[in-house]
């Protein structure tokens, strides 16, 4: 599949991408250990949909993030550090009454049993998101609308939001949606579940991890992922160290009054290896493989070089210890992703590698 990404009318844009949803302020430890024994933090920054519109306007792209935040110091801290990455955050809402959610974590790989996370996010200014406080005219602006499950999770009012902004309408720009299934955010029962394939469903593109859709829904692999969820144009079905499928039945982001997508028509199944890296620090890959991936779409490329943009911005993100960082060059990366299968097998990408005067045949390979 190639091609531009939106219809004509959104071509004219100002916008390419308009991400939604909560950033907070993140400590990070100034050594291993228990939060109990971390003597000190440094700060930064932390948000699914943040970090997405952060990478995307790293990228060159001209991007959003929309948000609420407190009027104290650490809202003033998030805007200003987002802004810097060149994102329009003009849109963002200040809240007199509510903080800025904040959170504390440790050193240690999400995916061990020693990592530890302290959310301070309950009762955030971001979880009074609502279809009633939204600028619609700035988040409808956009050639890509990007959403995560994340924001359902946050409150009543944060979940009618995502209905009302996955819901049909006219004119609505491309809807991107990554599941994201944080269960420790939800408020007991099993209703993230259905919610979460609820909101994939109404969407145009969608991002799910095969462990999240097994740990949410209990559905196993890929084909059934996308037998669960056939509505979407686009579903991409991250694999971890066995890379992505993607099941394409073509991007219809126009005006509509239903999901288009693989049930009512055949799709193209693209498999894409992911790459060998050295990793020093695996968090925000997700965001960085989403953003690296709408930025290809955006760019009107096939999809297997979508799945490429989305490991490479990943491998940039996972080679560095914090959530975000530049990403390769535009030239350097369309470089690598053209490679032929056998040159894309061998890589191996280490810290460093996204140098601008790196050649492919200078990237670490075994």
């Keep these: 599949m190639s091609g531009p ?5 959104a071509a004219a844009t100002a916008t390419d991408a308009v991400c939604l949803g909560e950033s907070m302020v993140t400590f990070l430890p100034s ?3 228990r939060l109990a024994d971390v003597p000190s933090f440094g700060r930064g920054i932390g948000g699914a949909e943040s970090n997405v519109a952060c990478a995307l306007a790293a990228a060159g792209h001209r991007a959003a993030w929309v948000g609420r935040v407190g009027a104290d110091g650490f809202g003033d801290h998030l805007v200003e550090t987002i ?5 329009d955050t003009s849109a963002v809402r200040r809240d007199p009454v509510r903080p800025t959610g904040i959170y504390f974590r440790t050193a240690t790989d999400r995916g061990t049993d020693t990592h530890e996370v302290a959310y301070y996010r309950a ?4 979880s009074a998101m609502s279809p009633s406080n939204v600028p619609y005219e700035d988040l409808l602006a956009g050639r890509i609308l990007h959403l995560s499950g994340i924001t359902a999770a946050l409150s009543a009012d ?3 939001l995502l209905r009302e902004l996955t819901a049909p309408r006219p004119g609505r720009p491309l809807v991107s949606f990554d599941v994201n299934h944080r269960p420790h955010l939800w408020r007991g029962g099993d209703a993230d579940a259905s919610v979460l394939l609820e909101l994939a469903r109404r969407s145009d593109l969608v991002f799910v991890g095969e462990d999240e859709a097994e740990e949410a829904w209990g559905i196993v692999g890929a084909e059934a992922i996308r037998a669960a969820v056939p509505e979407p144009s686009v579903l991409v079905v991250k ?3 066995a890379g992505a499928t993607v099941f394409a039945s073509g991007l219809r982001p126009g005006p509509r009054s239903s999901n288009a997508g693989g049930a ?3 799709d193209t199944v693209t498999v894409v290896p992911a790459l060998r890296v050295d990793v020093v620090a695996a968090v925000g890959a997700g965001d960085a493989f989403a953003a690296g991936f709408l ?5 009107g490329l096939p999809v297997r070089d979508r799945v490429r943009h989305g490991h490479l911005m990943a491998a940039a993100v996972l080679t560095v210890p914090g959530d975000l960082t530049d990403p390769p060059a535009r030239d350097h990366a369309d470089r690598l992703a053209a490679l032929d299968d056998d040159a894309w097998g061998r890589l191996r990408l280490g810290p460093g590698w996204t140098a601008a005067d790196r050649a492919p045949e200078e990237v670490r390979t075994p």
Excluded at 5 to 9: I, K, S, V, Y
Excluded at 123 to 126: H, I, K, N
């Design 158 to 160: 944060c979940l009618a």
């Design 83 to 87: 802004a810097g990455y060149g994102v």
């Design 5 to 9: 990404a939106a219809g004509t009318a």
């Design 264 to 266: 009512d028509s055949a």
């Design 239 to 241: 694999r971890g160290s």
């Design 123 to 126: 009762g955030s200014a971001a």
């Design 31 to 33: 050594q291993p250990g």
């Design 295 to 299: 930025s290809a779409t955006l760019r």
